[in-house]
């Protein structure tokens, strides 16, 4: 099975724009999660996917948005760019977190790295 | 809150030693731990899960509710071992948002 694929690899944006990322997890996977990555916040959560329903939301202010279409691929959105955006940007699939079986491991992707200028 | 910490940021051990990655969590409730680990140039991946008990390339770890930890140890470190280790828990039934601790790296000397 091919593995989680996010697209753009790269993107260099600057101040007041707005970006679009996308995620396409593993085929079957119902599930799609996003975190940030920063070298001073480590791996911050900011949304979850399942069924094209937010089921989990992080602490990030609303300029941050997603959404998941029916074939569980997933975008998220980040308007009106700061600076302190600048991040890798990582997806996760799984196949159902919720499911009974405790055994629901997170794949993830190789990121986004958005540079804000 | 929900919150992991991982004291070290940098653990440098020779080969065949002896190594502890140090993990503690606060959550009231019952959470879910995990160890994930990035090599270089790779992408993060489960390295094992406190539920299934079991010794992944030789790592186990065990969740003591008591002190809040779950420390992640093999008895002969390799080489090969040299990477990111992050700690992770995951709360209220989803494995889909974790909250992750800053990481440790480890160096294994040879």
């Known amino acids: 099975k091919a593995g989680v694929t996010q697209t753009p690899r790269y993107l260099i944006k600057t101040r007041g724009q707005q970006v679009t990322l996308s995620c396409s997890p593993i085929s079957g996977h119902r599930s799609v999660s996003w975190y940030q990555q920063t070298p001073g916040q480590g791996l911050q959560f900011l949304f979850e996917?399942?069924?094209?329903?937010?089921?989990n939301k992080g602490n990030f202010p609303g300029r941050f948005s997603g959404r998941q279409f029916s074939n569980s691929r997933s975008e998220m959105n980040v308007s009106t760019l700061e600076l302190g955006d600048s991040a890798l940007y990582l997806c996760a699939s799984s196949l159902n977190p919720l499911a009974a079986s405790s055994y629901n491991e997170q794949f993830f992707g190789p990121g986004t790295r958005l540079t804000v200028l | 809150a929900q919150r992991v910490t991982q004291p070290e940021k940098l653990l440098s051990v020779f080969k065949g030693a002896p190594v502890e990655l140090k993990c503690n969590y606060s959550?009231?409730?019952?959470?879910?731990l995990f160890w994930y680990v990035q090599y270089s140039r790779q992408r993060l991946q489960l390295l094992l899960r406190h539920i299934s008990r079991e010794s992944i390339k030789g790592f186990t770890a065990d969740l003591n509710k008591g002190e809040t930890s779950f420390h992640l140890k093999k008895p002969f470190a390799q080489e090969e071992d040299s990477a990111m280790y992050y700690c992770?828990?995951?709360?209220?039934?989803?494995?889909?948002?974790?909250?992750f601790g800053k990481g440790t790296k480890l160096s294994v000397k040879p």
């Open positions: 996917y399942f069924s094209e329903t937010q089921r």
């Open positions: 992770a828990l995951s709360y209220g039934g989803s494995q889909g948002n974790l909250i």
């Open positions: 959550y009231s409730g019952s959470p879910e």
